[in-house]
């Protein structure tokens, strides 16, 4: 067992080499994390290829703004793990955590990603139901009699 171990551990290593930056972005309740690697602009999100991820034209079209508006993008790879809300959401998060990756990366990039609006934080989340109330803001209908 320990020789069948030992010899999977360097098929690992030539995996994919070590992310050269990596970044969170957050949209409702989702959260993205993205590492950015030397590649050809492929996008990977959860494991699988993001087009086959995200379902419908807007959200795939959503995570891949970031690597049109930067002109490098197409030498890099971006892994991106997202968890929580739903799918709009996710694809916000892993926009804005792509973003970020290529800030990070290179600073000289900002001025364009901002052009774009790519780093800009939608903070709008959902808010929360408060007691004594139907939901978040509606009122129990009140009763004269």
Known sequence: MIAKA?????????????????AVGRRKKSVARAWLRRGNGRITVNGMPSEKYFDTA?????????????????????????????????SDAARLAIARVFVENDDTLRPVLRKHGLLTVDARVKERKKYGQKAARRKFQFVKR
Do not use: H, L, M, W
Request: proline share 6%; net charge positive.
């Open 58 to 90: 807007i959200t795939r079209v959503n995570v891949a703004k970031a690597f049109e508006a930067c002109p490098t993008g197409a030498s890099y790879d971006v892994q991106i793990n997202v968890r929580g809300g739903g799918k709009v959401g996710q």
């Open 6 to 22: 030992n010899k999977a551990a360097p098929e690992a290593k030539k995996k994919n080499v070590v992310p050269i930056a990596g």
